[in-house]
């Protein structure tokens, strides 16, 4: 059914792409496409899962319990400290290698790429949230936080109910950049073989070594890019709304 | 240091271990880096200049090319760059009447890839950082006399690095982290390095881990660094 709609979009695509772009582009059509839809979904579950487990995380470096705070600032402040393509090949090729004897039921996950890719991918734009999102709280008006004390919320409501809603209101453009990053970044997951967008670019050049590939890739990811823009303004008049 | 060698196992220094190569490979992401950012400032000042300018088209030109590099992924950048300027060397050579095949260093390849980028996002902190000297300082600077040239020297410019430190201090971060794309164009930093070692020995997750340490202990001397820079732009400065 969703495969169905894809190959749809993808025909859809082709057909009305074909006479503005060269040669190359409609020969290779699908594929762009296919990596492009790939790219997405990623991306979209990643930022969604990575903004909860920041959420997750935010909390418990706010919470000043130590066994709490101190993993999630070390967690942070490794993931924000290395590379994402060595914390991809950490996972992907060196997790990877023990192989099925080594890892058990969980060579399953192991040996699919796209689910290290997202799992990678997932904790490490988590990272990167918590930080924007402790900015954000951080930027909370003192008084929220007392007024929602003296009225008698616990921690946890106050943060749920008064100072987390505000905080993302905040830091939304922040995390609006964030995502344009975390899309710039899922290309490297190409090296660890999947064909997202950058992965099928990179299969396509390698068979007819003609530039223009890597021309027609960037203009798909400044759509992208473009796309991820107005979604992050769309969000942000949303949250202005209230505040006129 | 035979014992510490053999503790070390396959990441010994010398002949029988890695650790002294993994530790050249983090040398050449540190000079990839420091050319990276060398170039990238310089060209990100000239890029502030175009869209700082009263000329409209190099506004536009600096103002496309941001856009360009802030939407396009730095793994692609990096690939055009490499096989652009190969092949734009190997064509420019063969049509000039000597024969192609020429290999771009890759060191160089990296560089102008990486600073490339560099340049857009600093061009952004530089621009901040103009607009940010106050007003009045520049408008006292122009009653005592001062020509346009010793206004921007004298006072604009030097006043502008307070601005810009913490930016760049990011830019710079990321740009370190960034250097990691590199070994894809399999130039010997400590990531390829690692990689080399990690299939060699057959203990990837080992020689992968000790990447990461080495751009962890990377990471936090320069946020050491960054400190200490931020905090020596603002002396002098009535203290918030």
């Given at each position: ?244 | ?113 990486l600073s490339a980028i560099f340049a857009a996002y600093a061009c952004e902190i530089f621009r901040g950082a103009y607009l940010a000297v ?107």
């Amino acid at each position: 059914m969703y495969q169905d709609f894809k190959y749809l979009i993808s025909d859809g695509v082709c057909a009305i792409a074909s006479p503005v772009s060269g040669d190359l582009f409609t020969k290779f059509c699908p594929r762009f496409i296919d990596g492009f839809v790939v790219t997405i979904e990623l991306l979209a579950l990643s930022s969604t899962l990575g903004f909860l487990l920041a959420v997750g995380l935010v909390l418990a470096r706010m919470s000043g319990h130590r066994v709490l705070s101190i993993p999630a600032n070390v967690f942070v402040y490794c993931f924000r400290g290395t590379p994402l393509l060595v914390q991809l090949w950490i996972i992907y090729f060196g997790i990877g290698s023990f192989g099925a004897e080594g890892l058990g039921p969980l060579w399953a996950f192991f040996k699919e790429p796209w689910l290290v890719g997202l799992l990678v991918l997932t904790l490490n734009t988590s990272a990167y949230v918590s930080e924007i999102l402790r900015g954000g709280l951080v930027n909370v008006d003192k008084g929220q936080a007392e007024a929602a004390m003296a009225i008698g919320m616990s921690w946890f409501q106050s943060m749920r109910r008064i100072l987390l809603p505000q905080a993302i209101r905040i830091a939304w453009p922040a995390y609006g950049n964030e995502l344009v990053l975390l899309m710039k970044g899922s290309a490297l997951i190409s090296t660890i073989t999947v064909l997202d967008l950058m992965g099928q670019t990179r299969t396509i050049f390698a068979r007819n070594f003609d530039l223009t590939t890597y021309l027609y890739a960037t203009v798909l990811y400044l759509v992208l890019a473009g796309l991820i823009t107005l979604f992050v303004v769309a969000i942000e008049r949303r949250f202005a709304r209230n505040l006129r | 240091m035979e014992y510490i060698n053999e503790l070390l196992g396959p990441l010994a220094f010398g002949d029988t271990g890695w650790g002294d190569d993994l530790l050249r490979g983090a040398w050449i992401t540190v000079t990839l880096a420091l050319c990276s950012m060398a170039l990238g400032l310089f060209f990100g000042l000239l890029l502030a200049g175009a869209k700082l300018s009263r000329i409209a088209p190099l506004r536009w030109f600096a103002s496309v090319y941001t856009l360009f590099i802030r939407g396009v992924p730095e793994f692609l950048i990096l690939l055009i760059v490499f096989f652009g300027s190969d092949k734009l060397i190997n064509t420019a050579l063969i049509s000039l009447g000597f024969e192609g095949g020429v290999e771009v260093p890759k060191f160089g390849a990296a560089v102008a890839g990486l600073s490339a980028i560099f340049a857009a996002y600093a061009c952004e902190i530089f621009r901040g950082a103009y607009l940010a000297v106050p007003r009045g300082q520049i408008e006292a600077a122009f009653a005592i006399g001062l020509s346009p040239v010793k206004v921007f020297r004298r006072v604009r410019f030097p006043q502008m690095w307070r601005y810009a430190i913490p930016g760049l201090g990011n830019l710079w971060m990321v740009v370190l982290k960034d250097t990691s794309l590199a070994a894809v164009i399999a130039l010997n930093e400590l990531l390829r390095i690692a990689k080399l070692g990690g299939e060699t020995e057959g203990s990837q997750l080992l020689f992968f881990t000790v990447a990461g340490l080495l751009y962890l202990l990377m990471t936090f001397l320069s946020d050491r660094g960054r400190v200490w820079a931020e905090g020596r732009a603002r002396r002098g400065v009535a203290g918030v």
